[in-house]
């Protein structure tokens, strides 16, 4: 049960190859031709065998054969057959590489596969590499040179054009994965997969198109947690969606949307195949996420000053050597060198300048990543140079990056640098870009840490008032709330609100204005208007009773006349907000397909498509994820003093998103929104306008379903915590585990006993390696889960005072099987306090949680030689049996 599901497909130790007969035009089609090819020119070191379902005897012959993998590269209408006779053979991978099968046919070739138990990646795709294993089950050219880089792609042609790339610029690869269009194996099984693949270090991907946000969200960030991905996505669409209802559903794309999901991941995304290009090369030389600050070291002033620009263009920072460096450095350069901003070498830079100005930032705390810049010079080797920083390579851990400028000079220099695995560029700006696609994994392993709950820690929300709310608007068979029916929901999750009151003829609206207080501002109330001012439906600063009685009719009649076949419900009277130097902010909602809830941040006010500003991130939010949403708006710069205005409650704008962000988890039925505009000063903010569109909330898959299944991203499962007693006395806490146990885990596993450890791991590991500790404390909630049981102890420090610190006693975990009915468990409970009950609550919780889930059964694999762990199992009803792969196991199996 350790090996993943996909390894016969990946990593298969025997093959059989249904590709026709050899030099047959009738029965071989042109990839079964180079599929041959590639596999016979390869030395696989598994076993391999060819088989003609025409000339290979019975189907009885047939099935006495055994595979893991059959590729099959038949014409159409031989695939089915060909799938059939793979499944009587045992195989559990198949990989079509035929081309030309509609959707139909590839939907019964999936049927067939679901009935074989057959993992099915094809059909019409060019196939996989896997240069490790010396296998190349590919249409796609010549083996790949082995390296750490996994490509997986969704365009056959672009896999063939990276790879004939990648030959001539020393880039190698761990997997290469080519995936049709109607794959039955997708790309989220194909990331899970190498997020677990030991030989894959980082991973690219072009991408076309997902079927489930769900499940491409879940495999992304558990590769990206673990490895650095970059992805090339096509078919960008623009913003702008005529049905839209409100202005966030006008001016937000799914391109945007995708950013922001690509973001929210920990992934990087670039947007040209150059870009992809670059990424690679960086990937490839195995450089980790860093901060933000690049110094540059060159030779001459103009490529370095560009460099330098376009570092301020894409926002990074010039990383700029210490004093102290700087004073030991500057001896050993030629006197004209200047190290001022850049490191400028000057015209007389020699090998040796290169390499102690390199040697010197690659100490220097205040830079996090290198690029070299060399400017050809007469009389100068640039191999020479390039040898240097070959050799400085070894020593340093930054990034180290490198620009070769001109052409013929230079092209024995940059095969150097390729070949130590120096990413080499021909123009500062390509540079310095790819620079910032590493610094972005900073950034967006931030937010990828970050797990909130759907209620944040603020006061609770009315939620079952604003779902009545909902539910009448649904019984009259409306969509669209007005506006005091939308800032009832906002009052109900505590958002502030003007005091608003509908008025419904002209004399209503003069007493309310008048008991309301001058000046106020009128606004029609319609279902049917998306933009009140389009319509002249909007008034302000109305100073007295007859100001309002005739605004209130000008306006019905213009709008009447403007929009004949409009609901009028009447006028809404609210008072001027008072804030005469505040912001105005708009926050909305958008729901995109595939994402689902998406929230917008941006400048508002009635120009709101013209400005365009637009921030977006994926619910749920906390504080530092509204933070980051709020800063990445062009608006945030003038949220802080500015014009003579004092800097806005930062904290009330915050508070706004998180209640935003519940609202979004909390209901499910809510379709689009508008709060816009917020207006916001030093004393805090407060909801002007707003509008809602609502739907029926999506129907479940199950009738136990996730009452969060709305959202891409599923947030903290925090109604699975429970306190318990502890026997002996004192309590503990059993709850789903987050990336901040990170330490405490780690302290658990290493106060094991070499016995607890080998038991659970079946290795003599002491303490676990950084991503397998990221892959346990960052977890997908749909598909699996984890409890930690937490102690909190007293220890004395000084002047008899005591300080409260939390430790992991125990964690029981499980994950689901691909079969999606079922899952494995693990459980490991500190040696000192085994006997305590600890180990029978945290697995009848994590069994509670996957009943929930819907699974139908639990199941784990036991070291026949731990009868502690035996005995426990049977004790809670397990059926304990032996393990026919292994007899040095037992399989533990429950009905949920």
Known sequence: M????????????????????????????????ALQQALRTQRFSGTLTFVDIHTSGTLADLAQTRADLAIIALAPGEVAAA??????????????????????????????????????????????????????????????????????????????????????????????VSLGPNTS??????????????????????????SSARRFMSALRSAANVKPVV??????????????????????????????????????????????????????????????????????????????????????HLGKLSAPSVSALKPLLPPLASLTDLIDLSEEATPAHYLAAIESAGRDRQIDGVLAIYSPKAGADASEVARALAEVKRTTGKPLLSCWMGDASVGIARSILNEAAIPSFRTPEAAVGAFGNIASFYQNQQLLLQTPPPLSALAKPDIEGARLVIESVLAERRKVLTEMESKTLLAAFHIPVTKTILARNANEAMMIATQLGFPVALKIDSPDISHKSDVHGVALNIMNATGVRDTYNDMVQTVVRLQPAARINGVTIQNMAGARRGREIYVGLVTDDPFGPVIAFGAGGTMIELINDRAMELPPLNQFLARRLIERSRVSETLGDWRGSAAVNMDALEQVLLRVSEMVCELPQLREMDINPIIVDEFGAVAVDARIVIDHAPQAASGRANPYNHLAILPYPARFEQIWPLAGGGEYTVRPIHPDDASMLQDLMQHLSSESRYFRFVSSITELPPSMLAKFTLIDYDRE???????????????????????????????????????EFALVVADDFSGKGLGSRLMLSIMDVAREKGLAEIDGLVLATNPGMLKLMKSLGFTVKPFPEDPDFKLVTHAL
């Open 185 to 210: 194996v997708d790309i989220a099984q194909v990331l899970d997969f190498l997020a677990n693949d030991a030989q894959t270090h980082s991973i690219v991907v072009y991408l076309e198109g997902i």
């Open 231 to 316: 992805v090339l996505k096509a078919g960008r669409k623009p913003a702008g969606n005529e049905a839209a209802q409100t202005h966030s559903g006008a001016i937000v794309g799914s391109d945007d949307v995708f950013d922001a999901a690509l973001r929210r991941a920990g992934a990087v995304r670039v947007r040209s195949f150059v870009e992809l290009f670059s990424a690679a090369k960086c990937l490839a030389s195995r450089y980790r996420p860093v901060g933000k600050r690049l110094a540059i070291v060159t030779n001459g002033g103009g490529p370095g000053v560009l460099a330098a620009d376009w570092v301020n263009e894409i926002h990074l």
């Open 785 to 823: 889960m984890a409890l930690v049981a937490v102690l909190k102890e007293r220890s004395a420090v000084a002047d008899g005072q005591f300080t409260e610190t939390e430790r992991i006693v125990g964690v029981s975990r499980y994950i689901t099987n691909p079969d999606q009915s079922s899952c």
């Open 2 to 33: 350790d090996k993943h599901y996909l390894t016969p497909l990946f990593s298969p130790d025997s093959i059989v190859v249904f590709a026709g007969q050899v030099d047959d035009p009738v029965t071989q089609t042109t990839h079964a031709r």
């Open 83 to 176: 799938l059939e006779v793979a499944g009587r053979m045992a195989c559990r991978a198949a990989l079509v590489i035929s081309s030309g099968i509609d959707a139909e046919k590839a939907a019964e070739l999936k049927r067939i596969a679901n009935r074989e138990g057959v993992h099915l990646l094809g059909p019409n795709c060019l196939g996989l590499q896997r240069p490790h294993l010396q296998l190349n089950a590919s249409a796609a050219g010549p083996l790949a040179r082995p390296g750490s880089l996994a490509l997986v792609s969704q365009s056959g042609a672009l896999t063939s054009s990276i790879l004939d790339w990648a030959s001539n610029n020393a880039v190698g690869f761990s997997s290469v």
